[in-house]
């Protein structure tokens, strides 16, 4: 129950202060515990999200083939071609949540 209710959670809710409202509503003192331990990422919707991004820029985009190698853990943790790209995917999360 507490995975549909997340996932109805991040449907429904417009900004941080209602993410943060519907995270406390769970029981947890922050939205980074509702989304770490509930907000799984299906391989389906995880498809749509990368064609969104795709559809944004164009393929031989040095930042969206950055994002892709980091989602294909082929970047060298700690390397600045990963700090860059763990930057695009954080801009890239703030941007949908907002939706």
Not at 20 to 41: D, F, M, P, Q, R
Not at 70 to 87: D, T, V, W
């Amino acid at each position: 129950m507490r995975h549909t209710l997340a996932q109805l959670g991040d449907r429904i809710c417009r900004n941080s202060e209602e993410r943060k409202a519907w995270s406390l509503n769970l029981g947890h003192s922050t939205e980074e515990i509702t989304w770490t331990y509930y907000g799984k990422v299906p391989d389906v919707r995880r498809s749509e999200i990368f064609g969104l991004l795709e559809n944004e820029h164009p393929a031989g985009s040095p930042e969206i083939e950055l994002v892709l190698a980091y989602h294909e853990h082929s970047l060298i943790l700690g390397a600045p071609e990963f700090k860059q790209a763990e930057k695009l995917v954080e801009q890239r999360r703030k941007v949908f949540r907002k939706k």
